[in-house]
């Protein structure tokens, strides 16, 4: 484990469905994101928290909803989506978004 | 064109081989970030520099700041080396990592 802990670590739902994913670091990192890394792709950006505020929303569709209730803890919740998003979402968290970028395992989710 | 290009995209070495994988990039940086990214999908920070260079066992990492480029050595490979490494920058004033697209090593025995 790296410090930052992502579950489910695989998950497959349909396009009616609504699930979400979860990250969680203790490493006292005041930022936190979610990337998304389709085949063949590079990485993704997706949100970007500060200190529990969303500091950047890169262009990405309502049907992911992000959630930060604390430092340590971001969710993405997810309804209503394509088989195009079948991806790895990945969550890092950083201190002051330059030092100690650390990486979750990934969950791997397939839409069906 | 990307902000950060890596080359090769892949490489396959065998046992033992030098390995060398590039990163050019275009905008103005604070940091530049060599990450590991194994089949199963969990990524991991292998270094952060902002000038010179740095090393960790078989791992060197080197920045030129002047020319936007930086390079990853790995030195006497193993097949364990075996993984994609991403070059990443953070630029200046913006709140996020850049990624290149990735190098898949592979090395055989």
């Known amino acids: 484990e790296t410090g930052v802990t992502q579950t489910p670590r695989h998950l497959v739902m349909g396009m009616t469905n609504k699930k979400s994913l979860k990250c969680e670091q203790h490493l006292g990192h005041n930022a936190m994101y979610w990337y998304k890394q389709s085949a063949k792709k590079p990485l993704e950006l997706m949100f970007v928290y500060s200190l529990e505020e969303r500091v950047e929303n890169n262009s990405v569709p309502s049907r992911f909803s992000p959630e930060c209730p604390n430092s340590s803890h971001l969710f993405l919740h997810l309804h209503t989506l394509q088989p195009e998003d079948s991806a790895l979402y990945l969550c890092?968290?950083?201190?002051?978004?330059?030092?100690?970028?650390?990486f979750g395992s990934g969950t791997r989710l397939t839409v069906v | 064109k990307n902000e950060v290009e890596q080359s090769p995209q892949n490489l396959t070495a065998q046992e033992g081989e030098f390995i060398t994988i590039n990163c050019s990039y275009s905008?103005?940086?604070?940091?530049l970030h060599w990450l590991q990214q194994h089949p199963g999908g969990g990524i991991v920070s292998l270094f952060m520099?902002?000038?010179g260079k740095k090393k960790h066992g078989r791992l060197i990492a080197t920045i030129n700041i002047q020319e936007k480029h930086s390079s990853l050595h790995i030195t006497a490979s193993h097949p364990r080396d075996s993984a994609v490494y991403i070059c990443?920058?953070?630029?200046?004033?913006?709140?996020?990592?850049?990624f290149g697209q990735g190098t898949r090593l592979t090395i055989n025995p």
């Open positions: 890092a968290s950083s201190q002051d978004f330059d030092y100690g970028y650390t």
């Open positions: 905008v103005g940086i604070s940091a």
């Open positions: 990443a920058v953070s630029a200046q004033g913006a709140q996020k990592l850049v």
């Open positions: 520099l902002s000038s």
